[in-house]
């Protein structure tokens, strides 16, 4: 039996009345809201990065609006964000996403005003002098050759 919304559970009213009965019979874990707002914050985050910030907050909110509304329970929306994180990690595996993703970057960039390409790419590299940390924040001299490390602010795996 799939887990009771909190609605149905305590057989209360919801802030969207028109949605309780088609979703009365529908399972509340994890939130599918939640999923779709999360991944979609995540992937506009990468295609617009200076609007991250505004982005999650609007992302994780939407997730929120599910229990304010009485649809689900704080562990279903936690479960969509998780669920959300993992899925759009594992579309980092895939080269057709990989390029689509780069060709919404280049679309945006350009419909923003801002410069794409090689000229970008070199305004936009990290000065050599900028300190590398490894993900104990411990300031290191020299780029591991394997792992994770943060370089000018900048998460980079090496393999």
């Known amino acids: 039996?799939?887990?009771?919304?909190?609605?149905?559970?305590?057989?209360?009213?919801?802030?969207?009345?028109e949605d309780e009965e088609t979703l009365r019979e529908n399972g509340s874990y994890p939130s599918g809201h939640t999923i779709r707002g999360w991944a979609m914050a995540l992937l506009l985050c990468e295609i617009n990065?200076?609007?991250q910030d505004d982005l999650l907050a609007l992302g994780y909110q939407w997730g929120q609006s599910r229990a304010i509304a009485g649809y689900?329970?704080?562990?279903?929306?936690?479960?969509?964000?998780?669920?959300?994180?993992a899925g759009y990690a594992r579309l980092h595996t895939h080269e057709e996403f990989l390029a689509d993703m780069a060709a919404a970057r280049a679309e945006y960039a350009q419909l923003a005003g801002q410069s794409v390409g090689v000229e970008s790419a070199k305004a936009a590299a990290p000065a050599?002098?900028?300190a590398i940390y490894n993900m104990a924040g411990e300031q290191v001299n020299e780029e591991p050759h394997t792992g994770v490390y943060i370089y000018n602010g900048v998460k980079r795996v090496t393999k």
Do not use: F
């Open 128 to 130: 050599p002098s900028a």
């Open 49 to 51: 990065p200076a609007a």
């Open 1 to 17: 039996m799939p887990r009771l919304r909190p609605y149905v559970r305590y057989n209360e009213s919801t802030l969207i009345p």
């Open 72 to 85: 689900h329970w704080q562990s279903d929306i936690d479960a969509g964000r998780l669920l959300a994180s």
